[in-house]
């Protein structure tokens, strides 16, 4: 008869062998990095998960089943979601309503939670690093401002690119509606799972991307990030060492008129960039 001693030395000999799996296993049991993608069905989601299977075990995850997705799970429902983070080396987290325009209630029922969910259940199953796809809406009011009203409305009569000051990711946020505010409430979680539990975390603040990958309007000569540009700074994010252990990098591309400084992700994470939006000026 199974006594209440034998029980737990089972139960302790189970958690002793999962874990003993966990530390020897640095980059997963295929022999490649196992990367969880949150939001893998959205445009920046299906860009990513494609372009990194080459070099990382890639797994999907959306709201929807679709392509690229292997879990079908509601990113604001914890227990729903929890278990597909064991095993994995990093997340990507893109879940969210990605619309800039989402309401209060959509950031409050959705975006939030989607987030605070992610970082817990990377914390449970001791993940290695979390991405966090913040937004440059976080500091969107800047845009309000001169020169920065000026570039993204195109009017360049009197400005110089190169003496442009580019905002740095230190400085005061101001979000421009209830997206950016859910994103720098990530921002700010994402530096309290770092700090209390040790749980790196790199928080990008990405620009402008689009299906069209390429500017189609007047500001995103200043805001876009192409395809090349992310995924290159998505797989610097992967391959930054142990010591990054909290991060704030905007994702712009190149470009001339860009007003967000990257040459901190440039000495961090090594991302360098390739395009500039002013190749498809006409």
């Given at each position: 008869?199974?006594?209440?001693?034998?029980?737990?030395?089972?139960?302790?000999?189970?958690?002793?062998?999962?874990?003993?799996?966990?530390?020897?296993?640095?980059?997963?049991?295929?022999?490649?990095?196992?990367?969880?993608?949150?939001?893998?069905?959205?445009?920046?989601?299906?860009?990513?998960?494609?372009?990194?299977?080459?070099?990382?075990?890639?797994?999907?995850?959306?709201?929807?089943?679709?392509?690229?997705?292997?879990?079908?799970?509601?990113?604001?429902?914890?227990?729903?979601a929890e278990g597909v983070f064991e095993g994995m080396d990093a997340v990507?987290?893109?879940?969210?309503?990605?619309?800039?325009?989402?309401?209060?209630?959509?950031?409050?029922?959705?975006?939030?939670?989607?987030?605070?969910?992610?970082?817990?259940?990377?914390?449970?199953?001791?993940?290695?690093?979390?991405?966090?796809?913040?937004?440059?809406?976080?500091?969107?009011?800047?845009?309000?401002?001169?020169?920065?009203?000026?570039?993204?409305?195109?009017?360049?009569?009197?400005?110089?690119?190169?003496?442009?000051?580019?905002?740095?990711?230190?400085?005061?946020?101001?979000?421009?509606?209830?997206?950016?505010?859910?994103?720098?409430?990530?921002?700010?979680?994402?530096?309290?799972?770092?700090?209390?539990?040790?749980?790196?975390?790199?928080?990008?603040?990405?620009?402008?991307?689009?299906?069209?990958?390429?500017?189609?309007?007047?500001?995103?000569?200043?805001?876009?990030?192409?395809?090349?540009?992310?995924?290159?700074?998505?797989?610097?994010?992967?391959?930054?060492?142990?010591?990054?252990?909290?991060?704030?990098?905007?994702?712009?591309?190149?470009?001339?008129?860009?007003?967000?400084?990257?040459?901190?992700?440039?000495?961090?994470?090594?991302?360098?960039?390739?395009?500039?939006?002013?190749?498809?000026?006409?």
């Open positions: 008869m199974l006594t209440a001693l034998d029980s737990f030395r089972t139960t302790l000999g189970e958690f002793a062998s999962r874990f003993s799996m966990r530390a020897e296993r640095p980059v997963g049991h295929t022999g490649r990095t196992q990367v969880l993608v949150t939001g893998a069905g959205g445009t920046i989601g299906r860009i990513l998960t494609g372009a990194l299977s080459d070099e990382y075990a890639v797994h999907g995850l959306d709201a929807k089943a679709g392509p690229g997705v292997q879990w079908a799970r509601d990113m604001a429902k914890l227990r729903r990507i987290d893109l879940a969210a309503d990605a619309s800039v325009s989402a309401s209060w209630k959509s950031v409050r029922q959705n975006n939030i939670p989607a987030t605070l969910n992610a970082f817990e259940a990377a914390r449970k199953a001791g993940v290695r690093r979390v991405i966090f796809a913040s937004s440059n809406h976080v500091v969107g009011m800047y845009e309000r401002d001169e020169p920065y009203a000026s570039v993204v409305a195109g009017a360049y009569d009197g400005l110089d690119p190169v003496a442009l000051h580019r905002l740095g990711a230190d400085v005061a946020i101001r979000p421009d509606g209830p997206y950016g505010v859910g994103k720098a409430f990530g921002e700010a979680a994402a530096r309290y799972y770092a700090e209390m539990y040790g749980l790196s975390v790199i928080c990008l603040r990405i620009g402008t991307v689009n299906a069209a990958n390429r500017p189609t309007n007047t500001r995103q000569f200043a805001t876009l990030l192409t395809h090349r540009d992310l995924v290159h700074l998505v797989r610097c994010c992967l391959a930054a060492p142990e010591s990054v252990r909290f991060g704030v990098f905007y994702g712009v591309s190149a470009n001339t008129w860009r007003f967000w400084d990257i040459d901190d992700a440039r000495e961090t994470i090594g991302y360098r960039p390739q395009d500039d939006a002013e190749r498809w000026r006409s």
